[in-house]
């Protein structure tokens, strides 16, 4: 069996000619999301098929010409070629660097400014036409994307050089700043974060963390999150992990008997979606047998004595979308000739490509349609082991309720191991980075505690950032913790506000 890339390596056919073919039924085995052929079958399909005018097309990037012009000139030849009995018409040509900046000229010189134009030749100007194809589109596209980028970033002016230089300044990866989430954030770059995972200060749980009111609470909660739709990266993630309290909001109920069960998961979601964020899902995580003894009620089984008890927390999965209508190059071709298409998702710009030399056609011969975020998913390049997300995690996952224990916080002589924090479970970061982030991309915690996800995020190839406000609680039970994960081998770096 062989795969799709290998078979349309083995028989020389497009892709354009398999996709209708599948369309028509030919047999193929799903394998994961990629699919399997046999090569006779499909021989035997092309030989049925071969009115089919997509079947004789096949390319060739082999040969080419040093002149420009012709390396992307269409070249249907008279002189047909026979492959295995069939007719195919051969065309020629490549894809390079210098090929896309002069192909792409006249929507450069309209979208760029002239400064930017000379950032983005000059990010360019290393690599010559033996750069080809898939990779020329994806350099070109990636400096295309970073130009836009930097444009968006200065919309932000305030953000601080120095912490900047700390988060970019590729060392360790295991990065801390000591202070106020707010001010932190308020302080980085926009879009520059790839992935949050948190388990913010839920509401007057713990001695450190106490408001006046349920109000006051989610009020300080709205700027953070506010603030970090603007650094979290486009088309990206935010995890987030919050129980529901038994508390007294004081605001309806003041007495100390005012205590009523506090959805701070449904709060925030209202929260989350009112500054620009979308909902996506909600797993719950059931704790399973729980510490408290409140729900025993002394034993009095009887009607109305019986309270519920708090066994699961919520992981409430954000997206970010901002949309962004500037125009993207195509993924397949490079091109900037393309066309914008209806919005897939409110917040992500479509588009389709009107480049007739394109390589891929839908089999209704619409051109290629794609977005920044679809761009972003199915680069090749990031098909690599270490972004693979293994079978077990995969099926532990499944459900949108997930079984797994609290971290247990006192240990046999009655200490507490994690000072007087609430560290959650390595499995909601470990889910969350693996699901929701590449190798080498920056994840961040706001509220980070112990430093759960940036350990979990440096162990998994990640540059793990997490930011704490109370460094004199923290500061030893996270250099500790990093000392015994990595065997004393990688030391913290810190950024004090
Ligand atoms: C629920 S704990 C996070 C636990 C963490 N996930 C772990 O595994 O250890 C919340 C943390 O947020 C910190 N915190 C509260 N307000 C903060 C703020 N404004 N900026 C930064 N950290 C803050 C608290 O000190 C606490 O450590
Ligand atoms: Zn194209």
Redesign the pocket.
């Known amino acids: 069996m062989f795969t799709e890339k290998e078979i349309l390596c083995e028989l020389k056919i497009s892709r354009t000619t398999l996709w209708r073919l599948k369309k028509k039924g030919l047999p193929c085995i799903k394998i994961g999301s990629s699919y399997r052929y046999n090569k006779s079958d499909v021989l035997d399909w092309i030989a049925n098929n071969q009115q089919d005018k997509y079947l004789i097309d096949y390319f060739d990037t082999q040969q080419t010409s040093e002149n420009l012009e012709l390396q992307f000139s269409y070249q249907p030849t008279d002189s047909t070629i026979s492959f295995n009995g069939y007719k195919k018409i051969k065309h020629s040509y490549k894809i390079t660097i210098p090929y896309l900046l002069k192909h792409n000229e006249e929507h450069l010189n309209k979208l760029f400014t002239t400064h930017e134009l000379n950032e983005f030749q000059q990010m360019l100007s290393g690599f010559n036409g033996k750069i080809q194809d898939d990779e020329a589109v994806r350099i070109f596209s990636n400096a295309y994307i970073t130009i836009l980028k930097k444009r968006h970033q200065t919309e932000h002016a305030e953000y601080d050089s120095k912490l900047d230089k700390f988060l970019t300044t590729t060392n360790n990866n295991l990065k801390i700043i000591w ?4 001010k932190a954030l308020k302080k980085m770059k926009s879009e520059s974060i790839h992935l949050m995972v ?5 509401y007057n749980a713990r001695e ?2 106490q408001w006046e009111n349920l109000h006051a609470y989610l009020d300080d909660m709205r700027i ?1 999150i506010r603030e970090s739709y603007r650094v979290l990266d486009n088309h990206r993630v935010w995890v987030f992990n919050i129980g529901d309290v038994f508390d007294n909001d004081n605001l309806k109920t003041k007495s100390v008997w005012g205590k009523r069960r506090l959805p701070l998961g449904a709060y925030f979601i209202k929260i989350f979606e009112e500054e620009g964020f979308e909902f996506v899902d909600d797993i719950i995580w059931d704790k399973g047998e729980v510490e408290s003894q409140r729900h025993k009620n002394s034993g009095i089984n009887y009607p109305f004595y019986q309270y519920p008890v708090n066994c699961y927390e919520h992981i409430l999965i954000f997206h970010k979308h901002r949309l962004d209508t500037n125009r993207i190059p195509c993924p397949i071709c490079g091109s900037l000739n393309v066309n914008g298409n209806t919005q897939s998702e409110i917040g992500v710009q479509s588009w389709e490509c009107k480049n007739d030399k394109c390589l891929e056609r839908s089999p209704h011969n619409r051109g290629k349609r794609f977005s920044l975020r679809s761009n972003m998913m199915q680069d090749a390049s990031k098909r690599i082991s270490e972004n693979y997300i293994d079978e077990f995690t995969i099926a532990k996952w499944r459900r949108d309720i997930v079984k797994f224990p609290p971290v247990i916080k006192i240990d046999k002589n009655g200490n507490n191991r ?1 000072g007087h ?4 479970p390595k499995d909601i970061p470990e889910m969350a980075i693996k699901y929701f982030s590449y190798a080498g991309e920056k994840v961040l ?9 940036a350990i979990v995020a440096k162990k998994l190839g990640r540059i793990g950032i997490g ?4 460094k004199q ?2 500061e030893s039970v996270i250099k500790k913790r990093i000392s015994e994960e990595f065997n004393g081998e990688i030391e913290l770096e810190e950024f004090t506000l």
Do not use: Q, R
Request: hydrophobic content about 40%; aromatic content about 22%.
């Open positions: 202070g106020d989430c707010f948190t388990s913010p200060p839920y450190y963390s953070i994690v924090s609430a560290p959650f915690d706001p509220f980070a505690g112990s430093f759960t996800t930011i704490e406000i109370n609680m923290f």
